[in-house]
């Protein structure tokens, strides 16, 4: 592309208007998107040259009747074979900032498609303005810019960016992260085939995006027009100074078969990959789309937490963990989980064990780490007891629950009482909370989840899920150490 082009991505997801053609029933999650958003509809553009109303919204019969010179969006959705020419013609007519061409079958495809995709390039090329996403993607998700392809995402803004090259795992992301944990999300962009914009584009603009403050990277590949990507993503990956959770497709000989026929990108090699993490501070997400949304969920706590006090964000830098619970035998599995994957549960000794013994004497249980304490959950006890326990020698404290059948009895009022003070406690000392409150279907355990979720406790499902999180989070807390990020 041209050196004079301005590199803001503002418009892209904000934009003043949109054009859609061309406008149909089958691509009717678009508008309703707009809709749901509160996008003015006044200024979204319907262009077909064979429907009047779509959706109670006026359909234009061609760009030349559109009642404005420039327009930031166009949504380009028509057949493959159509694509030149209509890119070519509509820029003949209006000024176009930015284009998300929705149309697959170009680039992972044939032959026929490479060219189209280069042919695509170059009448870019020749505009010198205009800038692109795909093709083969769905688009941009920006619910402060009134902007969304989908009319189930949620409504309200957040700091979490997103930058995938499936359009289908960034709409699960967005849905799973925003209604398992209850993430919130500054921008997200489907980029599929990155034929102009590429992801190091994306990662620059979202490193000096005062709304996100964390990024999440699904990534399979470099598109065979953009030689240069590669170094341009080590250059911007390097120079990231929030967390970036990158998760990588292809990652196997048959997975970048997979990767050809998806996006039609280029993988690179496991080796070179792993110098690159180690060259830049950036987490490796294993690839389980469940595994990224985990690693978000305690990113996501740990920088709101911090920010809500106006603070600067302090990740953990070891890893040694107290449990809690009321079962000898899951105490066993949890201890086993958490050394296997190498989190410390360091034993009371000294004036720790001492004050412990002292607080609760007669023990039903076992103040050894983990914790067992039946029966005395809803008393003061035990909020004395886990105060106690969480001295410097710990860093991640870890309480497992279960649900109650009743959450207005008064029993269950002072068990979440104890709860809210140790979490207060444990984050007021910097180190991580975590609930693990285990899934399996029942009316009583979603509303304990979403209470707790509700107030901002982190919860996750089981102790293997929430110590991965964390151990995430830790390497964090020493890479930006080592690369000196504030």
């Not at 919204?57 to 009747?65: A, E, H, M, V």
């Not at 180690?278 to 920088?303: C, G, H, M, R, W």
């Not at 039946?374 to 909020?383: K, M, R, V, Y």
């Not at 909370?433 to 979720?453: D, G, M, T």
Request: hydrophobic share 35%; with cysteine.
């Amino acid at each position: 592309m041209s050196d004079n082009k301005d590199n803001s991505l503002e418009l892209l997801f904000k934009p003043r208007n949109v054009a859609i053609f061309e406008a149909k029933d089958k691509i009717s999650y678009f508008i309703e998107g707009f809709k749901v958003q509160g996008f003015n509809l006044d200024n979204l553009y319907l262009i077909s040259p064979t429907i009047e109303n779509l959706f109670d919204i006026k359909c234009y019969k061609s760009f030349d009747d559109i009642p404005s010179d420039s327009i930031d969006l166009l949504i380009l959705s028509v057949r493959r074979e159509s694509l030149v020419g209509s890119l070519k013609e509509i820029l003949k007519k209006k000024k176009i900032n930015f284009v998300h061409i929705f149309t697959a079958g170009t680039g992972e495809s044939d032959e026929i498609g490479v060219k189209i995709e280069s042919q695509l390039q170059e009448i870019l090329k020749e505009n010198g303005v205009t800038r692109a996403i795909g093709p083969n993607c769905m688009g941009i998700y920006c619910p402060s810019g009134k902007n969304a392809y989908y009319p189930s995402f949620p409504t309200e803004t957040g700091n979490v960016g997103l930058i995938f090259q499936s359009g289908d795992l960034h709409s699960k992301m967005i849905k799973f992260g925003s209604r398992n944990y209850n993430l919130k999300f500054s921008k997200g962009v489907s980029v599929g085939n990155c034929m102009d914009l590429q992801t190091s584009d994306f990662l620059q603009d979202f490193n000096n995006d005062d709304e996100t403050d964390l990024i999440c990277v699904y990534f399979e590949g470099f598109s065979s027009l953009h030689e240069k990507e590669g170094k341009k993503l080590l250059y911007a990956l390097k120079n990231m100074k929030i967390p970036v959770l990158f998760m990588r497709g292809g990652r196997s000989k048959r997975g970048q078969t997979a990767v050809l026929t998806h996006t039609g990108s280029m993988a690179t090699r496991r080796n070179i990959w792993n110098a690159i993490y180690k060259q830049t501070p950036i987490i490796e997400v294993p690839p389980s789309l469940d595994e990224l949304i985990d690693y978000a969920n305690i990113f996501y706590n740990i920088i709101n937490r911090f920010k809500k006090r106006e603070k600067t964000v302090i990740y953990p830098e070891n890893e040694r963990a107290l449990v809690v619970l009321w079962s000898g035998g899951f105490g066993i599995l949890a201890t086993d989980t958490l050394t296997e994957l190498g989190i410390e549960m360091p034993y009371f000794q000294g004036k720790t064990l001492e004050k412990l013994k002292k607080i609760y004497p007669g023990v039903v249980g076992s103040l050894a780490n983990p914790l067992d304490l039946p029966w005395i959950t809803q008393t003061n006890t035990f909020l004395e007891v886990c105060v106690a326990a969480i001295d410097e020698n710990i860093d991640l404290v870890i309480i497992e629950t279960d649900a109650w059948s009743d959450m207005e009895s008064e029993g269950f009022k002072a068990y979440y009482n104890n709860l809210v003070k140790i979490k207060e406690h444990t984050e007021t000392l910097n180190k991580i909370f975590i609930i693990i409150l285990h899934q399996y279907p029942s009316e009583s355990r979603n509303a304990f989840y979403n209470k707790l979720v509700k107030d901002d406790f982190l919860v996750y499902p089981t102790i293997e899920r929430a110590a991965k999180s964390f151990l995430a989070a830790q390497e964090y807390g020493k890479k930006k150490k080592r690369f000196n990020l504030k």
